[in-house]
T-cell receptor, first 116, second 114 residues
Framework: DADVTQTPRNRITKTGKRIMLECSQTKGHDRMYWYRQDPGLGLRLIYYSFDVKDINKGEISDGYSVSRQAQAKFSLSLESAIPNQTALYFC???????????????FGPGTRLTVL | QKEVEQDPGPLSVPEGAIVSLNCTYSNSAFQYFMWYRQYSRKGPELLMYTYSSGNKEDGRFTAQVDKSSKYISLFIRDSQPSDSATYLCAMSRYSGGGADGLTFGKGTHLIIQP
């Protein structure tokens, strides 16, 4: 089974609808991230969470909200979707920095969201 | 000026060639440098992770960091058709991305011709 899973994998919705994207991980990592990827713009950070009680805005948080329900679950919500939120969304996880080893980010398979 | 610049390609080379992929950056505070590979419709997967300047080799892949020039490279030797993918450079000030997350290049689309 994949270490980082995202649901749904594909979603088409209409302008104004509320959408939730979910991310679950079995890696036991404390840190979780949401990115969006757009052609020509690369990956950009939306929100990140260092633990269940710690939520922080990233580079492009406007129009999005998140919820860290548990160490293993981190959800991204679009309260009122708009067409320019059409993109590929990735969840990522990383361990907390510590002595030895790497604490790099591991990505889920992505959710392709289309807002009509 | 963008924080991280990466030529989007596409870069097309014949099988067996040595491939050179590059990124330049402007933030001298970046200390951690990564290369991710992303196949179509998949999430990025980590290829190489380096700290500060120097070289790191892993099989057919070599990552180089030149902090004085703010320039990083990924070399692929004996390239294979399975190496065809988009390669993303990423960097951060803090280990694991820290409070800033990772700053990514836009990715270079690489095509290895059989």
């Amino acid at each position: 089974d994949a270490d980082v899973t995202q649901t749904p994998r594909n979603r088409i919705t209409k302008t104004g609808k509320r959408i939730m994207l979910e991310c679950s991980q079995t890696k036991g990592h404390d840190r979780m991230y949401w990115y969006r990827q757009d052609p020509g713009l690369g990956l950009r950070l939306i929100y990140y969470s260092f633990d269940v009680k710690d939520i922080n805005k990233g580079e492009i948080s406007d129009g999005y909200s998140v919820s860290r329900q548990a160490q293993a679950k981190f959800s991204l919500s679009l309260e009122s979707a708009i067409p320019n939120q059409t993109a590929l969304y990735f969840c990522a996880t990383s361990d907390s920095p510590g002595q030895g080893g790497t604490d790099t980010q591991y990505f889920g398979p992505g959710t392709r969201l289309t807002v009509l | 000026q963008k924080e991280v610049e990466q030529d989007p390609g596409p870069l097309s080379v014949p099988e067996g060639a040595i491939v050179s992929l590059n990124c330049t950056y402007s933030n001298s505070a970046f200390q951690y440098f990564m290369w991710y590979r992303q196949y179509s419709r998949k999430g990025p997967e980590l290829l190489m992770y380096t700290y500060s300047s120097g070289n790191k080799e892993d099989g057919r892949f070599t990552a180089q960091v030149d902090k004085s020039s703010k320039y990083i490279s990924l070399f692929i030797r004996d390239s294979q058709p399975s190496d065809s993918a988009t390669y993303l450079c990423a960097m951060s000030r803090y280990s694991g991305g820290g409070a800033d997350g990772l700053t990514f290049g836009k990715g270079t689309h690489l095509i290895i011709q059989p």
